[in-house]
């Protein structure tokens, strides 16, 4: 479902790695209507994934989540994204290097901006090292190439999915097993 469909939608938009990681992790939370992964916050309109990766563009790989806020809050999403990635590497997480990997929150609204400050604050003190997430306004969102959209449900055989994005979705599972769309019965 689209946001545009539904007014009583909200979008988050965050870059923490790869996006194939977040886009995993978010399509099996609870009050998730939509998970686009896609580049925002650089200069180049509609880029490749190919330019993104060239290090040029100023994007970030990051996933737009479309919520519904009566079913799981904004600072909820947050908290799920400051648990999934390591938001103390500049540039970087894991084995992928580069600004296009940054962990970044792009922000809709003010009440956005200052909910993201108050979970940053919450996440800052489980960390030893402090955040370098970076917290401004969204801009243009620009859709991943198809390829790039659900990537673990379609390649979960990957070397990339198991060694990297599996590990992701077993911590999202253990820790927020209450808040999972499929619960075991």
Same mark, same amino acid.
């Given at each position: 479902?689209?946001? *545009?469909?539904? =007014? ?9 790695? +790869?996006?194939? +990681? ?18 925002? @916050? @650089?200069?180049? /309109? ?6 993104? +990766? ?13 919520? &519904? ?6 600072? &909820? ?18 084995? &992928?290097?580069? /600004? ?14 200052? *909910? ?20 401004? =306004?969204?801009?243009?969102?620009? /859709? ?5 959209? &659900?990537?673990?449900?379609? *390649? =979960?055989?990957?070397?990339? +999915?198991?060694?990297?994005?599996? =590990? ?18």
């Amino acid at each position: 479902m689209s946001e *545009t469909a539904n =007014p009583s939608r909200e979008t988050a938009i965050l870059g923490g790695g +790869c996006f194939w +990681c977040l886009d995993a992790v978010y399509r099996k939370l609870e009050g998730v209507a939509e998970v686009v992964s896609g580049y925002a @916050g @650089g200069q180049v /309109p509609n880029p490749t994934y190919e330019q993104v +990766c060239g290090k040029k563009t100023g994007h970030a790989e990051v996933v737009k989540v479309v919520f &519904d806020p009566a079913v799981i809050s904004y600072a &909820d999403i947050l908290r799920v994204f400051f648990t999934i990635h390591d938001p103390t590497t500049k540039d970087r997480q894991g084995a &992928d290097v580069g /600004p296009q990997y940054r962990s970044i929150v792009l922000t809709t609204s003010p009440e956005q901006a200052a *909910t993201a400050e108050a979970v940053m604050a919450e996440a800052a003190a489980l960390y030893p090292a402090p955040l370098t997430t970076e917290l401004v =306004p969204a801009g243009e969102f620009w /859709p991943a190439e198809a390829e790039h959209q &659900d990537y673990f449900e379609r *390649t =979960p055989w990957s070397g990339y +999915c198991r060694a990297v994005i599996a =590990p992701k979705v077993a911590k999202f599972r253990k820790t927020f097993a209450h808040r999972l769309r499929e619960r075991a019965a």
